[in-house]
């Protein structure tokens, strides 16, 4: 059973930095596809940034030069280092993940009815 677990969220000033972290379990092999996710109160949830099978990475405009996604296959981690924080920055931020393959991920990375498998969510807060 695949499991996705987040961790690194919390409370920074704006201007700070947080890193968050994804763990998986129950699945070893190399086709991931993994994305951060967010959901502000009140908005719908929107891709923040994402890797590929091959670890292509992909942003969203509002993060791009302010974040950084990466995967660690050793470690089976998904990472996102987030500089620069701002309060819009606020938000639950939810690993996803699925395995197989994806045509056309590089536009559809968004699309967050296309993962198969999602954590339970760690908050960030940026205060201004």
């Known amino acids: 059973q695949v499991q996705l677990l987040e961790s690194g969220g919390g409370s920074v000033q704006a201007g700070g930095s947080l890193r968050l972290s994804c763990g998986v379990s129950?699945?070893?092999?190399?086709?991931?596809?993994m994305a951060w996710f967010r959901q502000a109160p009140g908005k719908k949830r929107e891709g923040v940034a994402a890797?590929?099978?091959?670890?292509?990475?992909f942003y969203a405009d509002s993060v791009k030069g302010r974040f950084t996604v990466s995967k660690d296959n050793a470690k089976n981690t998904l990472l996102l280092q987030m500089d620069s924080l701002k309060p819009d920055d606020t938000a639950m931020y939810y690993c996803?993940?699925?395995?197989?393959?994806?045509?056309?991920?590089?536009?559809?990375?968004?699309?967050?009815?296309?993962?198969?498998?999602w954590g339970q969510g760690t908050p960030v807060t940026v205060s201004s």
């Open positions: 996803a993940a699925v395995f197989g393959s994806w045509e056309g991920y590089t536009i559809g990375w968004k699309l967050d009815k296309e993962y198969r498998f």
């Open positions: 129950g699945y070893t092999g190399s086709n991931s596809y």
């Open positions: 890797v590929d099978r091959v670890g292509n990475a």
